[in-house]
């Protein structure tokens, strides 16, 4: 998969910037925003807050899963 599309985040646990994040799923917050889910590969998990531009942009490419 090419990681130049793949949702990059924060990883709190090895305080890493802009980690691949595999298997995404993209979330609906309460108030309407887009948070995505997944994991860096080695088993840490990881989660972003992204906008709407983003989080359709990523289930369009695949590179996430619809979760809501």
């Known amino acids: 998969m090419d990681t130049e599309k793949m949702i990059k985040a924060y990883c709190l646990k090895t305080k890493e910037k802009n980690v691949p994040m595999h298997e995404a799923v993209i979330t609906k917050t309460a108030k309407g925003g887009y948070m ?7 088993g840490n998990k990881m989660a972003a807050i992204l906008s709407e531009a983003k ?10 899963t619809k979760g809501y």
């Open 55 to 64: 989080a359709l942009k990523a289930i369009e490419d695949g590179v996430a």
């Open 36 to 42: 995505a889910g997944g994991h860096d590969g080695k």
